[in-house]
Each structure stands twice: as structure tokens, then as C-alpha cells.
């Protein structure tokens, strides 16, 4: 069974910086596309980043959080990370980890993954 527990949430300042992690288990990490979700109260979760698995590149982000968040991924650890620059009070979620089934490749809809992770609450103070 696969599980993915994500870290690294907590409460930072605007500008500040924050890096959330993702830790797999149970499978080929680097068969796995990832992504990150995050859903503020009242609001429909949404796609921050997205990587595809090993033998594809690419990544995709959102528009909200491009040229400050990035997507990477330690296949060897089979860890994920969002590392979190220039963060806005606009970015206070609880952020979700994902990734699709094996060989699939990473997309910006979640209803295509098939894994979660619990969530880690990212807090930014204005």
C-alpha cells in the first residue's frame, strides 16, 4: 500500500520562506508522477506544482506561484519537495502531496491522483 506523509509545514512571515517535504513508501518512487495541492478554508483544492516521474521531464505550476515555488524530487530518498520563496498571505492552505498511479503522467487535475498524503498546514502572517 502506498503512503506519503508530507513535513515542513508551520506559520512564516510574508517574504519568508518555507520547504514542504513528501516521503514515500511502499513502491518504485520514480515510477510516480507527483504534485502539490493546497486548499484554503472555503476554496476548492488546486494544483500548486506538479513533476513528472523519472524517465520524463517537466514540471508544471500554477500561475499563482510561478518563479517562487519550486517542485523537485530525490528519487533515492523517494522524496518530494516544494520549496516555497517570496511567500503571500494568499498562500495560507493545508498543502497536500499526490501522486498519480504508475507510469501516469503528472497533471494539473486532482481527480487524477490516486495517492494523498494528510496535509500540512502552511500558515503566512501579513
Known amino acids: 500500500q502506498v503512503q506519503l506523509v508530507e513535513s515542513g509545514g508551520g506559520l512564516v512571515q510574508a517574504g519568508g520562506s518555507l520547504r514542504l517535504s513528501c516521503a514515500a513508501s511502499g513502491r518504485i518512487f520514480s515510477d510516480y508522477a507527483m504534485g502539490w495541492f493546497r486548499q484554503a478554508p472555503g476554496k476548492e483544492r488546486e494544483i500548486v506544482a506538479g513533476?513528472?516521474?523519472?524517465?520524463?521531464?517537466?514540471?508544471n505550476y500554477a500561475d499563482s506561484v510561478k518563479g517562487r515555488f519550486t517542485i523537485s524530487r530525490d528519487n533515492a530518498k523517494k522524496t518530494v519537495y516544494l520549496q516555497m520563496n517570496a511567500q503571500k498571505p494568499d498562500d495560507s492552505a493545508v498543502y497536500y502531496c499526490a501522486s498519480r498511479s504508475r507510469f501516469a503522467p503528472a497533471t494539473t487535475y486532482q481527480y487524477d491522483y490516486d495517492y494523498w498524503g494528510q496535509g500540512t498546514q502552511v500558515t503566512v502572517s501579513s
Open positions: 513533476m513528472q516521474m523519472r524517465w520524463s521531464s517537466g514540471t
